[in-house]
């Protein structure tokens, strides 16, 4: 992650993006995108 850059992920943003990642249903382009922001704001990508 480029420095400056912060990403805040709120409980009930967290559980929404949860919820796109736990649907078999979800086209796979969004579980990856939400994986990417529940990590990144978790401070675990880059």
């Not at 850059?5 to 409980?11: F, P």
């Not at 736990?22 to 990590?39: F, Y």
């Amino acid at each position: 992650m480029r420095a400056g850059i912060s990403v805040t992920v709120t409980a009930a943003d967290h559980r929404r993006l949860a919820g796109i990642t736990g649907d078999r249903n979800s086209p796979q382009k969004h579980v990856w995108r939400a994986e990417i922001v529940l990590l990144s704001g978790d401070g675990s990508a880059g």
